[in-house]
């Protein structure tokens, strides 16, 4: 693992100067002479049809229960619009078979080619697996990666989903989500990985060489491009809406939410994807200094930006800051926008050529666009190879890939609490199985999982292992039983649940000699995912409630997508694990947890709330860290949590010991390297995540509370001693300032890692000049 040793500028270029910045991708010449010759023999319609992305459900028509494409509706978009990329699933969506994937996409390249020369780029959401593609691997969602603090499992993960995407003869994926996670609230929260930005940048710039390869220029037939989502600023609406503004301090945007981004462009990221709402009253669909100076400009990137579904339209919809389509659509594209998600309307491609006709968007500014859309097609091979098909990927949905999705649901679940040691559980134990989230597919998987809400997921995923099936294979079919208590309408909405029957639950207990209570979420996704109340469900809490009155020692696992306030109930339980959102594997993971055939590793991606008007992140300013205010009033600003970010038990101790560093003064081009001992005490093997935290001790902005700097997870035997060495450039020390630009300030930095801190000084302030250091 000591590739893994990462902090922000092993994933990162540095400059000192203002000069230009190095390609993100470097160009290539042969790639680009293709691209000039198509684009010269090219109308001013043919260049307005590969702006435009249409919804496969325009183009067809449902028979008999299957999804057909109809010839005269394919006709109209491809030859008449000349229309350059197609996306999602058909009917509501709905995940269809690699065969059915091959007849479809291929029967639109054919026309493609025929009638523009052009291949057709078809994208889908393959968040988590193949999302869309019935048969295949789904692995556990991002929130899960990010908890496992194990960048192997982003990359290997990434690599199974492009495999078997191409499978199916797709070639994009509206992946990986690096939004950062800043609103426990949000809906959005399990498709990132947490609230820190070096654990998004590490992982999403991870995936994105899993799912391209090592070359963007060259993207085979086993790999698929990438579009990063959802530049930027989106996990952190103000109300904890799905959609709705966000309102951040521009060092905090520059500093944090652009970071990941940055680190996935200059992994060789081929596609961005825009944040559907607005940053400080700015639409960014709308805004140029985000998209074209920051995006393109700055980090001189080639690739190509894509809004989301139908986002333009809000600006003159929702947002208000045009008067009409026309003008959003002017906006939009001058703002840097070269691929429009039109799912349903074809006038996009009449509105934006009438806007070049008169003056509003420059030929110039198309020519740019559609250079990107092209490169993006032929860096994909897509001229020479417009389809793939299943035949060649006989390692779609092999044992070897879901080993991979069963050691990363492993190492992704998260052991809050064992109190006695009383797990793992011993053999022969009788166990009662309760609560909504026992017994369901869709639990475990969340949303984008066969459809869109993850609503069918049981319809599609019986051939896997719910929680209670897996525990029950695990610990014997006499020694488990089922009574829910409390459960879910089949394929409801993710917040309702049936009348109670709690005291059948209650009187089951009487049987058994440990309860198992799974609590949660069920499946939900964006806007529909939306909630006013934070905390568990009251059902679901009396049913813990209720079941503690039994005396009967209670172990609680959550299963969900994003936090719920549980804290009336969490000291009711000798055991709390966190699987969050596992995965078609999850329920043996979990169960080989319960068993100790696998020992928890994971650590929390984000700070989990213990109540409800008290949000914060692990990153706080350490002036919340008031417990009175002097003079009159009472300032009770505690920072209390449930968990914090970067908790996580094991059935083994780590100790940590010598913690030291290469340089004790250092100035801004120095690197340091810290090194610490770290021994496994127990009894048991067992993986340690080793974090490396910094605190300016006194700055010009007031300091953030710690920062993660660099991580690397380890593998120990019991009474094993390793030295981790974790390097770290001393410009990741730096922040941004009041005027917006990166600073290293003289003075003095505590470092942390795991109880151990030293302090070193910085000699001399630096502030850059170049916007990304």
Not at 501 to 522: S, Y
Request: hydrophobic share 40%; net charge negative; aromatic share 10%.
């Amino acid at each position: 693992m000591n590739k893994y040793i990462l902090s922000f500028f092993s994933i990162a270029f540095a400059a000192c100067s203002i000069q230009a910045a190095k390609a993100a991708i470097p160009s290539d010449p042969a790639i680009e002479a293709a691209v000039e010759r198509t684009l010269s023999r090219m109308s001013l319609d043919e260049k307005v049809g590969q702006m435009t992305e249409l919804s496969i459900d325009v183009l067809g028509e449902w028979k008999n229960g299957e999804f057909f494409l109809d010839p005269q509706k394919l006709h109209e978009a491809i030859a008449v619009y000349k229309v350059g990329s197609v996306l999602n699933a058909p009917g509501g969506p709905t995940a269809q078979t690699p065969e059915k994937w091959v007849e479809l996409i291929g029967t639109i390249q054919e026309m493609s080619m025929k009638e523009i020369g052009i291949p057709c780029i078809y994208g889908l959401d393959q968040n988590h697996g193949t999302t869309y593609t019935l048969g295949g691997i789904l692995f556990p969602q991002n929130i899960n990666v990010g908890a496992s603090f194990n960048p192997m499992l982003a990359r290997q993960a990434a690599e199974v989903t492009a495999y078997e995407t191409r499978a199916a003869d797709c070639p994009w994926t509206y992946s990986p989500t690096v939004d950062l996670t800043r609103d426990p609230r949000w809906s959005r929260v399990w498709e990132n990985y947490g609230e820190d930005p070096l654990v998004n940048a590490i992982m999403g710039a991870e995936q994105v060489k899993g799912f391209q390869g090592e070359n963007p220029n060259k993207i085979g037939c086993r790999n698929i491009a990438t579009s990063v989502k959802h530049y930027l600023g989106y996990g952190a609406p103000r109300t904890g809406k799905d959609r709705t503004p966000a309102y951040i301090s521009p060092s905090d945007l520059r500093e944090k939410f652009f970071e990941p981004y940055r680190a996935c462009i200059e992994a060789g990221a081929l596609t961005v994807m825009v944040n559907s709402g607005s940053i400080n009253g700015r639409p960014v669909h709308a805004n140029n200094e985000l998209l074209t100076r920051w995006l393109k400009e700055d980090l001189n990137w080639d690739g190509m930006i894509v809004t989301d579904w139908a986002d333009i339209n809000n600006l003159y919809t929702r947002e208000y800051v045009a008067e009409d389509k026309k003008e959003a659509i002017e906006m939009a594209i001058n703002a840097g926008i070269d691929m429009s998600m039109e799912p349903y309307d074809l006038n996009f491609c009449t509105l934006l050529k009438e806007l070049v006709n008169e003056g509003r968007v420059s030929l110039e500014r198309i020519d740019d666009a559609v250079r990107r859309v092209l490169r993006l097609k032929y860096r994909l091979g897509l001229f020479d190879t417009p389809d793939t098909y299943p035949r060649d990927y006989a390692d779609f949905a092999s044992p070897k890939h879901q080993a991979i999705a069963i050691k990363a649901a492993e190492e992704s679940m998260i052991l809050l609490k064992n109190v006695d040691g009383i797990l793992p559980l011993k053999k022969g134990v009788r166990i009662l199985i309760t609560g909504p989230n026992a017994n369901s597919m869709r639990c475990l998987n969340g949303g984008w999982s066969y459809s869109w809400q993850g609503h069918l997921t049981d319809r599609f995923a019986s051939e896997y292992n719910t929680i209670y099936e897996a525990v029950t294979d695990k610990f014997g079919k006499s020694n488990v039983i089922l009574e829910q208590g409390i459960t879910y309408p089949s394929e409801g909405a993710y917040y309702e649940e049936n009348e109670p029957e709690i005291e059948k639950a209650v009187a089951a207990a009487a049987d058994v000699d440990l309860i198992l209570a799974c609590i949660g979420e069920n499946s939900y996704c964006e806007t529909p995912g939306n909630l006013s109340d934070l905390a568990l469900s009251e059902n679901q809490r009396n049913l813990v409630k209720a079941l503690a009155t039994t005396g009967k020692p209670i172990v609680l696992i959550i299963n969900g997508g994003r936090p719920r306030i549980i804290s009336d109930i969490e000291p009711l339980a000798k055991a709390v694990v966190n699987v969050l959102l596992p995965g078609n594997f999850g329920g043996d993971a979990l169960a080989n947890i319960l068993s100790g055939d696998a020992n928890p590793s994971a650590k929390m991606p984000y700070t989990y709330p213990r109540h409800q008007a008290e949000l914060t992140t692990y990153d706080y300013r350490v002036s919340e860290e008031m417990d009175k205010m002097e003079g009159a009033y009472d300032y009770d600003a505690v920072v209390s949590v449930q968990w914090p970010f970067g908790y996580g038990l094991s059935y083994t101790d780590f100790s940590y010991d010598n913690l030291r560093c290469s340089k004790t003064e250092f100035n801004a081009d120095d690197e340091l390297v810290f090194s610490i001992d770290v021994t496994n005490t127990g009894n048991v093997a067992g993986k340690e995540v080793v974090m490396l935290f910094s605190r300016d001790m006194v700055a010009s902005l007031t300091p953030e509370n710690r920062r993660l700097r660099a991580f690397n997870k380890i593998a120990l035997k019991p009474g094993e001693t390793k030295t981790v060495t974790l390097p770290l450039k001393a410009s990741d020390l730096a922040f941004v300032g009041h005027d917006g630009k990166w600073v290293l300030e003289k003075g003095k930095f505590r470092i942390q890692v795991g109880s151990n801190t030293l302090e070193l000084t910085c000699l001399d302030t630096h502030k850059w000049d170049s916007p990304n250091r």
